[in-house]
């Protein structure tokens, strides 16, 4: 913080008038003390244009040099001595190194200001540095969790597709099970073979309701009945008479070969009002999918055998 006139001023009038008292005691007859050869009140000069510049020399020449010279002319010296003395070349030497003085300490004075600006700088590029390094540290933690989501969607999916293409029927099931709730955030869900004389759950899960957490059979199912008569996926909004006991939205699952029903699934917890068109075209596809495992299962009796056994 640069310091006032004021400042200066007062601080030199203070060393000033201890000079000058000293002078007056130890000469009383002439302050001055030319004897000496060199003035002290230069002392006063030399330390305040060093301490403060050009403002610190011009302050102590007025101050300190005033103050003598009025001491000596106090004194009874008349002022063309003092004129004379001004002007001898001991004095007009020291003014002439005052000066060099002063401009050594504005000198250095400016190279303190410019090193200052520059650590103003250096502190501020170091701030935005570390801002810069929090949110690159912040972003690096957002793209690892990003990463080991997409690892875990990844292995989510390759097992899914596993189970849908080369797993068993009950395998299969639950993986169209698994894509469904991704898919519509529902609660439970059941996949069950639908023949002429056969109703068989082959997969399930979650609470199917509060009162029966296992699924029941859904020839009864209003929702799925629908769904097995028109052959599309079919919301509880588009069932008249639902009831809460009925699935909230049904899909059947159609042998591609003949295009009969060959099993359904039916999920719960899913508003209904919810479903956009699609999501229930998503859903047709993950029956599409599940399809070639249960019409080999309506085919072969060994295998039916086998996969009512793992389901139980």
Known sequence: ????????????????????????????????????????????????????????????????????AFVTLAAGIPPEALVRRAQESESLLALTAMLFVAWMSLAHEGRLSRSARKLAAAVKRERNATETVDALRDGLEYL???????????????????????????????????????????????????????????????????????????????????????????????????????????????DRLDGTVVGLIALRGVCPRNLRAADLHDLAIIADWLSPSLAVLLRKPQLRAVTEETAR
Request: net charge negative; glycine share 6%.
């Open 144 to 254: 690892r969790a990003r990463c080991d989501r997409i690892e875990m969607s990844l292995s989510f999916w390759r097992d899914v597709t596993t189970r849908l293409e080369r797993g068993d029927a009950v395998q299969a099931a639950r993986a169209a099970l698994d894509l469904c709730a991704v898919r519509c955030g529902a609660t439970a869900g059941v996949v069950q073979r639908w023949s002429d004389c056969e109703r068989d759950v082959i997969a399930w899960y979650g609470a199917w309701t509060p009162w029966n957490p296992r699924p029941r059979d859904l020839e009864s199912d209003r929702t799925a009945c629908v769904a097995v008569a028109t052959g599309a996926p079919t919301p509880a909004a588009d069932v008249d008479a639902a009831s809460e006991r009925d699935s909230d939205v049904a899909v059947p699952i159609l």
């Open 1 to 68: 913080m640069s310091t006032s006139n004021r400042q200066i001023a007062a601080e030199v009038a203070v060393f000033s008038a201890l000079l000058v008292a000293a002078l007056a005691f130890l000469s009383p007859d002439d302050p001055w003390m030319p004897e000496l050869g060199f003035q002290p009140a230069w002392i006063v000069v030399a330390l305040f244009a060093a301490r403060y510049g050009a403002r610190g020399l011009f302050w102590s020449i007025g101050i300190a040099w005033g103050s003598l």
